[in-house]
């Protein structure tokens, strides 16, 4: 899925994050001076972006647009702390068959307009999803053949090859009722099975929530109220002021001054996401050198932008120290299934860097663009430093877009050279290869965002075996083996780790999870 102050698009692309190195975050608090007797069911959250439409008429997968839907709807199963896979619409699951993944479902659940949930229903959302190539969550279902339903509680989901990761997948896929959108195919109102209803959603003010009073769990958070405030400073002092009451970003600069906030908590948390550079690949015909030879096709010249970085400047001088982010080497994070710890990051080496320039051909340089996010204040000042690094070797001009712009520049595949942030949401590297790394292919489904067009026949046979091979084993070190190769290519530059930073108030408990997603039905009242 893309955290938007954060970040926004189709798929876990995200611009910029702000990140204890444990998944359930360490709390800093101050102590609460005010006396917590009063009875509390309602709470207003903070988040950084709007929703960009509702399942199933999704615009985006982006973060807060799916955090926003999967509070109205379930899916068959959810990750917990550790991306382990565990139960929700479906109790339990099995495989009669390397093709056939069987699930048996909870009989108690009713979608919010009182129709009752049946297999009819995952039916028809999975071939909804699939019936529409441009659902921007049908990706995460380009291996299942078909849905066969057993019976009411009962359903089959049975794969073309072998798929190892799709309950990884299915974690993203909201159910909807059959019923209710054959009734209602005009009226976007979502109808799910979640533990909320939508109530309102003013788009740049707020989105407005209810319990559901017939979900299967109890729910201490009655009302709930995602109040949008798309600026840093401006959600620091609402989070100070008391204005919202928990914010799973914030900017590490505002730390220290939420730390001693009486009554606030704030803690940091690691999450799995990579902030990136990477490149137009090709060699003629590319978007920065049309007509002419395109230099970063060539991985000398890649390899030298890659030692010109100096990471430690990057994290001390911008993000406010390792406390807050560490460097990356690769595409995933050590949480992540898939990641090669031999693989080390390329010193900066200012004079390795030139010597390279030279032996590629580009001793005086060259002049290229660097598109960056206008509305991330941090890469922002990334693209600057950046930009003050690479002068030694190339001259950049930076490109600061608004974020449509930003991103349907960078969709149109006509960036030379970008940042940007991809965050693991199925827990495992096999979604790099597929939507990365391998050669872009619409028809099979695969390098979706490879946005310019990374090339490599090893990698792409690697990436079709690991979408199918069950073995765990065996397909970590396809995997490792994978990224080697491809970080040997410099198809990214890895830049840093980010660790989000987050503020929940002293009567709220709450901890962050492994997405960057609130579920409200695990917030609770001390």
Same mark, same amino acid.
């Given at each position: 899925?893309?955290?938007?102050?954060?970040?926004?698009?189709?798929?876990?692309?995200?611009?910029?994050?702000?990140?204890?190195?444990?998944?359930?975050?360490?709390?800093?608090?101050?102590?609460?001076?005010?006396?917590?007797?009063?009875?509390?069911?309602?709470?207003?959250?903070?988040?950084?972006?709007?929703?960009?439409?509702?399942?199933?008429?999704?615009?985006?997968?982006?973060?807060?647009?799916?955090?926003?839907?999967?509070?109205?709807?379930?899916?068959?199963?959810?990750?917990?702390?550790?991306?382990?896979?565990?139960?929700?619409?479906?109790?339990?699951?099995?495989?009669?068959?390397?093709?056939?993944?069987?699930?048996?479902?909870? $009989?108690? =659940? /009713?979608?919010? %307009?009182? @129709?009752?949930?049946?297999?009819?229903?995952? !039916?028809? +959302?999975?071939? &909804?999803?699939?019936?529409?190539?441009?659902?921007?969550?049908?990706?995460?279902?380009?291996?299942? $053949?078909? =849905? /066969?339903?057993? %019976?009411? @509680?009962?359903?089959?989901?049975?794969?073309? !090859?072998? +798929?190892?990761? &799709?309950?990884?997948?299915?974690?993203?896929?909201?159910?909807?009722?059959?019923?209710?959108?054959?009734?209602?195919?005009?009226?976007?109102?979502?109808?799910?099975?979640?533990?909320?209803?939508?109530?309102?959603?003013?788009?740049?003010?707020?989105?407005?929530?209810?319990?559901?009073?017939?979900?299967?769990?109890?729910?201490?958070?009655?009302?709930?109220?995602?109040?949008?405030?798309?600026?840093?400073?401006?959600?620091?002092?609402?989070?100070?002021?008391?204005?919202?009451?928990?914010?799973?970003?914030?900017?590490?600069?505002?730390?220290?001054?939420?730390?001693?906030?009486?009554?606030?908590?704030?803690?940091?948390?690691?999450?799995?996401?990579?902030?990136?550079?990477?490149?137009?690949?090709?060699?003629?015909?590319?978007?920065?050198?049309?007509?002419?030879?395109?230099?970063?096709?060539?991985?000398?010249?890649?390899?030298?932008?890659?030692?010109?970085?100096?990471?430690?400047?990057?994290?001390?001088?911008?993000?406010?120290?390792?406390?807050?982010?560490?460097?990356?080497?690769?595409?995933?994070?050590?949480?992540?299934?898939?990641?090669?710890?031999?693989?080390?990051?390329?010193?900066?080496?200012?004079?390795?860097?030139?010597?390279?320039?030279?032996?590629?051909?580009?001793?005086?340089?060259?002049?290229?663009?660097?598109?960056?996010?206008?509305?991330?204040?941090?890469?922002?000042?990334?693209?600057?430093?950046?930009?003050?690094?690479?002068?030694?070797?190339?001259?950049?001009?930076?490109?600061?877009?608004?974020?449509?712009?930003?991103?349907?520049?960078?969709?149109?595949?006509?960036?030379?050279?970008?940042?940007?942030?991809?965050?693991?949401?199925?827990?495992?590297?096999?979604?790099?290869?597929?939507?990365?790394?391998?050669?872009?292919?619409?028809?099979?489904?695969?390098?979706?965002?490879?946005?310019?067009?990374?090339?490599?026949?090893?990698?792409?046979?690697?990436?079709?075996?690991?979408?199918?091979?069950?073995?765990?084993?065996?397909?970590?070190?396809?995997?490792?083996?994978?990224?080697?190769?491809?970080?040997?290519?410099?198809?990214?530059?890895?830049?840093?780790?980010?660790?989000?930073?987050?503020?929940?108030?002293?009567?709220?408990?709450?901890?962050?999870?492994?997405?960057?997603?609130?579920?409200?039905?695990?917030?609770?009242?001390?």
């Amino acid at each position: 899925m893309s955290q938007i102050n954060l970040y926004k698009t189709p798929s876990m692309l995200i611009l910029v994050i702000l990140i204890c190195s444990g998944l359930t975050g360490c709390i800093d608090q101050v102590e609460n001076v005010n006396a917590n007797t009063q009875v509390r069911d309602s709470i207003i959250i903070g988040i950084g972006e709007n929703v960009y439409g509702f399942y199933p008429w999704l615009e985006s997968y982006d973060v807060t647009t799916m955090m926003i839907n999967m509070n109205i709807f379930n899916s068959l199963v959810e990750f917990d702390q550790i991306f382990r896979t565990k139960p929700k619409l479906a109790t339990s699951w099995n495989n009669p068959n390397n093709l056939t993944w069987r699930f048996y479902l909870r $009989k108690d =659940v /009713k979608f919010h %307009n009182g @129709y009752n949930f049946t297999s009819e229903d995952v !039916k028809y +959302s999975i071939d &909804l999803i699939k019936g529409n190539e441009r659902h921007v969550l049908r990706d995460l279902l380009l291996s299942v $053949k078909e =849905v /066969k339903i057993v %019976n009411n @509680y009962t359903v089959d989901i049975i794969t073309e !090859k072998p +798929s190892p990761i &799709l309950l990884n997948k299915l974690v993203d896929i909201p159910i909807a009722s059959k019923k209710y959108l054959e009734e209602n195919n005009s009226e976007k109102k979502p109808i799910g099975t979640g533990p909320y209803k939508l109530i309102e959603y003013v788009p740049d003010k707020y989105v407005k929530l209810e319990s559901f009073n017939d979900y299967w769990e109890d729910l201490e958070v009655k009302n709930v109220t995602f109040k949008i405030i798309k600026d840093n400073e401006e959600m620091k002092n609402a989070t100070v002021s008391g204005e919202v009451e928990i914010v799973s970003h914030i900017s590490p600069r505002y730390y220290d001054e939420i730390k001693n906030t009486s009554g606030l908590q704030v803690g940091r948390c690691y999450q799995p996401t990579v902030i990136f550079l990477s490149f137009d690949f090709r060699e003629y015909d590319s978007a920065g050198f049309p007509g002419e030879k395109n230099p970063l096709s060539d991985v000398r010249v890649r390899k030298a932008i890659y030692h010109s970085i100096n990471i430690s400047q990057i994290i001390n001088d911008v993000l406010n120290g390792s406390n807050f982010a560490e460097p990356s080497s690769q595409f995933v994070t050590p949480l992540i299934f898939g990641y090669n710890p031999n693989i080390e990051r390329l010193p900066y080496d200012l004079e390795k860097a030139k010597d390279l320039m030279i032996e590629a051909g580009y001793e005086d340089g060259f002049e290229i663009e660097l598109d960056c996010h206008e509305e991330a204040d941090n890469l922002k000042l990334i693209c600057k430093l950046i930009q003050s690094q690479l002068s030694g070797i190339i001259d950049i001009k930076l490109n600061f877009l608004p974020t449509d712009e930003y991103y349907m520049k960078l969709f149109s595949r006509n960036c030379s050279f970008y940042s940007l942030g991809w965050l693991a949401a199925t827990g495992d590297g096999g979604e790099i290869f597929d939507y990365m790394l391998r050669t872009v292919d619409h028809e099979a489904g695969v390098g979706t965002y490879n946005l310019g067009y990374y090339s490599n026949s090893e990698v792409d046979r690697i990436g079709e075996n690991v979408s199918h091979i069950l073995y765990p084993a065996d397909r970590l070190k396809l995997m490792q083996d994978g990224f080697r190769i491809a970080m040997e290519d410099v198809a990214w530059i890895p830049l840093y780790i980010p660790k989000c930073v987050y503020s929940i108030t002293n009567y709220i408990a709450w901890e962050p999870g492994p997405s960057l997603m609130i579920a409200v039905e695990d917030i609770e009242f001390k």
